[in-house]
């Protein structure tokens, strides 16, 4: 697919304000009028793209870039080398500008979905005999990207640390790591402003391992045991 959808909207509702503009301004012709038309596709993918809704040609290409190429063809008739390096210089400081009003929408996003999933989770009832609740837990530990870890989201992964602790804590090889996980936790909780996300990440991934690795963990800790009693 060459456009997307949003990119076909923008040029929806450019084609609509160029005929507006046209006809507030009918002397408007020629050069003047594609340029006209270029500036208004621009400046209509930019607002797209400040409303967290991104037009695409190619699939990566933002349609304000492909605008304002089109305008830099112009403006090399007019100005020459010189407004061409102009123009490049606009078109990264934009960019810039999109890569920031970027990242403010993705950390929204994360915030909005990971407060939605703590609403929806629900972990009472499950029973660890089943491989579903196993698939539950393993979902329920959520790791932000972007976003910093909140009071919430610290309390509920505490939570999902002390039932894998419960669970499966008798039958790691090391189940002290299980407790150092509950405790970190807890601690970040109590106070999320001093919270170390790194080591946050370390300890969630390594849950959702336990999580994933449990039956082989659980038969390293049986063979262990059995060569422990053996030697005595």
């Not at 456009?3 to 609509?16: Q, Y």
């Not at 579903?132 to 837990?137: E, N, R």
């Not at 309390?155 to 299980?178: F, K, M, S």
């Not at 991934?205 to 039956?215: G, M, T, Y």
Request: proline letters at 4%; one cysteine or more.
């Amino acid at each position: 697919m060459i456009i997307n959808l949003m990119g076909v909207l923008t040029l929806i509702a450019a084609g609509l304000i160029a005929v507006m503009a046209f006809e507030a301004f009918p002397s408007l012709v020629g050069d003047a009028r594609v340029i006209a038309a270029a500036g208004i596709v621009f400046a209509t993918s930019v607002v797209a793209e400040v409303i967290g809704l991104p037009p695409r040609l190619l699939f990566i290409v933002p349609m304000w870039m492909a605008a304002l190429a089109a305008v830099g063809v112009y403006v090399y008739e007019a100005y020459g080398a010189l407004g061409v390096v102009g123009l490049v210089v606009g078109a990264a400081a934009l960019q810039a500008l999109m890569m920031v009003i970027g990242a403010i929408h993705e950390r929204r996003e994360e915030r909005r979905s990971i407060v939605q999933r703590l609403r929806k989770i629900d972990l009472r009832g499950l029973n660890p005999a089943y491989d579903q609740a196993w698939d539950a837990l393993h979902e329920a530990i959520m790791i932000p990207r972007v976003t910093p870890w909140t009071r919430d989201l610290l309390v509920h992964q505490h939570r999902v640390a002390t039932l894998v602790q419960g669970w499966i804590g008798d039958r790691i090889p090391e189940p002290r790591l299980l407790e150092r996980a509950v405790r970190t936790f807890e601690a970040a909780a109590a106070d999320p402003s001093k919270v170390d996300a790194d080591k946050l990440r370390a300890e969630c991934e390594w849950l959702q391992a336990v999580i994933r690795n449990r039956e082989a963990l659980a038969r390293k800790t049986a063979a262990l045991r059995q060569i422990q009693a053996a030697s005595q």
